[in-house]
T-cell receptor, first 116, second 115 residues
Framework: GAVVSQHPSRVICKSGTSVKIECRSL??????MFWYRQFPKQSLMLMAT?????????EQGVEKDKFLINHASLTLSTLTVTSAHPEDSSFYIC????????????FGAGTRLSVL | AQSVAQPEDQVNVAEGNPLTVKCTYS??????LFWYVQYPNRGLQFLLK??????LVKGSYGFEAEFNKSQTSFHLKKPSALVSDSALYFC?????????????FGTGTRLLVSP
């Protein structure tokens, strides 16, 4: 199947700093990318959806100024957690949907964010 | 709204025995259903999907799922479980009523296969 690369896999930062997470589709063009957050022993919560070149659509309750999403190209999306706080500590997972196989979403390996 | 339910938080099975992980769905219209598996500290891996066609769908790693319209179910099955199958399994439905047709996930079922 298609490969989605997410980087970094783990990041530890101080409270008040910003963290950028990258998500790349390695062997396909991702027309749509998704960002999820997963709490321990819970399901995935969709944070936002983005199409290449357009603004992200955020789910209700997700602060767009705190979680900045950029989908600059058909192979790259970034999530920036701005002014991170300990409550932002979580597992963040990106996902991409290919234009040709639009029925399947491929997932990155996730990023474990720990804010001290 | 489209939704899926996974009634079991955990399923325990002995290696070599058949396994079933349950999923029921609630959708308006035809369902697009998926199963994903997640290993610890990893993203989700696609196992299989049902869009249309045969009710029995075969997927990766020997898994299959049966679409049952009358029971609104899409249970994941495998004839003979392996210890390496131990992981978290998510059922999902694609919400065709939203612009991006996002995936809606169940709460997940942890599968534990004992040696």
């Amino acid at each position: 199947g298609a490969v989605v690369s997410q980087h970094p896999s783990r990041v530890i930062c101080k409270s008040g700093t910003s963290v950028k997470i990258e998500c790349r589709s390695l062997d396909f063009q991702a027309t749509t990318m998704f960002w999820y957050r997963q709490f321990p022993k819970q399901s995935l919560m969709l944070m936002a959806t983005s199409n290449e070149g357009s603004k992200a659509t955020y789910e209700q309750g997700v602060e767009k100024d705190k979680f900045l999403i950029n989908h600059a190209s058909l192979t790259l999306s970034t999530l920036t957690v701005t002014s991170a706080h300990p409550e932002d500590s979580s597992f963040y997972i990106c996902s991409a949907r290919e234009a040709r196989q639009a029925n399947i979403q491929y997932f990155g390996a996730g990023t474990r964010l720990s804010v001290l | 709204a489209q939704s899926v339910a996974q009634p079991e938080d955990q399923v325990n099975v002995a290696e070599g025995n058949p396994l079933t992980v349950k999923c029921t769905y609630s959708v308006s219209g035809n369902p697009y259903l998926f199963w994903y598996v997640q290993y610890p500290n990893r993203g989700l891996q696609f196992l299989l999907k049902y869009i249309t066609g045969d009710n029995l769908v075969k997927g990766s790693y020997g898994f299959e799922a049966e679409f049952n319209k009358s029971q609104t179910s899409f249970h994941l099955k495998k004839p003979s479980a392996l210890v390496s199958d131990s992981a978290l399994y998510f059922c999902a439905v694609r919400d065709l009523n939203t612009g991006f047709q996002k995936l809606v996930f169940g709460t997940g079922t942890r599968l534990l296969v004992s040696p």
